[in-house]
């Protein structure tokens, strides 16, 4: 190995030597105030459809594997603004549909036309089950 | 094949991150970059997400050699993103290599460390579009990001 990251392969070698299913569950990070979510395992590249939103699909079909959302707290002010009750899942105090914040960050105008933006909007709808807790996005 | 030459100095005394060697955004000579363990190498083992674990493979040889430096998006000085085309990626495990996806560069987003100037943190890694007239290079390098900061012409 390299000089100076055999740290860093032995802590990713450790990482692939260990099995399970995989857990499609999003995650915040504050330091880039970005909001990341993989559905699924497979090697996949991203697409960046403006500057809110890049999404991520599969090398092999094209399929939506996953996005990431930039300027969370821009989102997050906003939903603040229009009453943050509103956004909650029913029964569940911190539960937001992590599908709300795709729409929100849709809304700005596509990079380049996206030709293919229809199909990505219509392929997000397979998450809407999956929820954020805002509370892992630093709010309280 | 291992350096022979002393390696630069590399904060893997700092808890929670890993080093990585790599070279300053304008190309100018030895950087060092870190990651955090449990934040981002961690996370992705805890999710059982092989695939970006097999691609944080790649990440030290385009930290040590990109083709391609820039500012991540105009306006965001401090974070950057490091492109390049790997010899191979990995598929399953560190046994099966495979070429590249065709169409595709790989780039490593990093920031500036606060608290220590001249170190840079890693924040994620993809694959991302390449551009068809320089395949090394990420598409609309000309317009989508900042401006370019180096390249290895």
């Known amino acids: 190995m390299e000089s100076g990251v055999s740290e860093y392969f032995d802590f990713l070698k450790e990482g692939l030597a260990q099995t399970g299913p995989f857990v499609a569950k999003p995650f915040y990070r504050p330091e880039s105030d970005t909001l990341y979510f993989y559905g699924r395992d497979v090697p996949s590249y991203a697409r960046r459809l403006n500057p809110l939103l890049t999404v991520f699909l599969a090398n092999d079909d094209e399929s939506l594997v996953g996005f990431k959302i930039e300027d969370v707290q821009r989102i997050v002010a906003q939903m603040e603004r229009l009453g943050m009750e509103k956004f909650l899942i029913d029964g569940r105090r911190n539960g937001i549909q992590l599908t709300i914040f795709l729409d929100l960050a849709l809304i700005a105008p596509p990079a380049d036309g996206q030709p293919e933006l229809a199909r990505i909007e219509e392929a997000v709808r397979q998450f809407d089950n999956v929820i954020v807790d805002r509370r892992e996005l630093q709010l309280n | ?153």
């Open chain 2, 1 to 153: 094949m291992r350096s022979t030459q002393e390696p630069p100095f590399m904060p893997s005394a700092q808890l929670g991150f890993l080093p990585i060697a790599g070279i300053a955004p304008d190309g100018s000579g030895p950087a060092d970059f870190i990651v955090a363990k449990d934040e981002i190498l961690g996370d992705f083992r805890e999710k059982r997400n092989r695939s970006k674990q097999l691609d944080g493979l790649l990440v030290p040889a385009i930290l040590a050699a990109p083709s391609w430096v820039d500012f991540k998006s105009p306006g965001k000085d401090d974070s950057l993103v490091y492109c390049g085309l790997p010899g191979s990626r990995y598929l399953q495990d560190l046994s099966i290599e495979i070429p590249c996806p065709p169409g595709k560069v790989f780039g490593v987003y990093v920031r500036g460390r606060r608290a220590a100037a001249g170190q840079w943190v890693v924040d994620s890694w993809e694959w991302i579009e390449a551009d068809p007239q320089r395949p090394d290079f990420p598409l609309a390098y000309q317009t989508r990001l900042g401006s370019q900061l180096w390249s290895r012409e």
